[in-house]
Nanobody, 123 residues
Framework: QVQLVESGGGLVQAGGSLRLSCAASGRAFSSNTMGWYRQAPGSRGKQRELVATITSGSSTNYADSVKGRFSISRDNAKNTVNLQMNSLKPEDTAVYYC??????????????WGQGTQVTVSS
């Protein structure tokens, strides 16, 4: 069984920074793409918003709303992914979910999720 454990959420003032981390563990874990989604308060029932992704080769992709402010990185040896969030805005307030796509023996992929970590940005 693969587990993702997140850390680093919290309360910060607008303009501040936070760093989220996510560690994946499990004997069968073979990571491919990892990244972060978020779900804003009051958006229950709506799709989570993709924030950033990073492949095993370190190619990155960002939502337009966070480009230039957020930076994603990973450590393949440790199966960790980090999200550095700078110049935070109140609209960044959300529960942030880490995900990791693990390759199976039949070359299919399974997506695993973290439990979510709250990020609150006050104005």
């Amino acid at each position: 069984q693969v587990q993702l454990v997140e850390s680093g959420g919290g309360l910060v003032q607008a303009g501040g920074s936070l760093r989220l981390s996510c560690a994946a563990s499990g004997r069968a874990f073979s990571s491919n793409t990892m990244g972060w989604y978020r779900q804003a308060p009051g958006s229950r029932g709506k799709q989570r918003e993709l924030v950033a992704t990073i492949t095993s080769g370190s190619s990155t992709n960002y939502a337009d709303s966070v480009k230039g402010r957020f930076s994603i990185s990973r450590d393949n040896a440790k199966n960790t992914v980090n999200l550095q969030m700078n110049s935070l805005k109140p609209e960044d307030t959300a529960v942030y979910y880490c995900f990791a796509d693990s390759r199976n023996a039949d070359l299919s992929y399974t997506r695993y999720w973290g439990q979510g970590t709250q990020v609150t940005v006050s104005s």
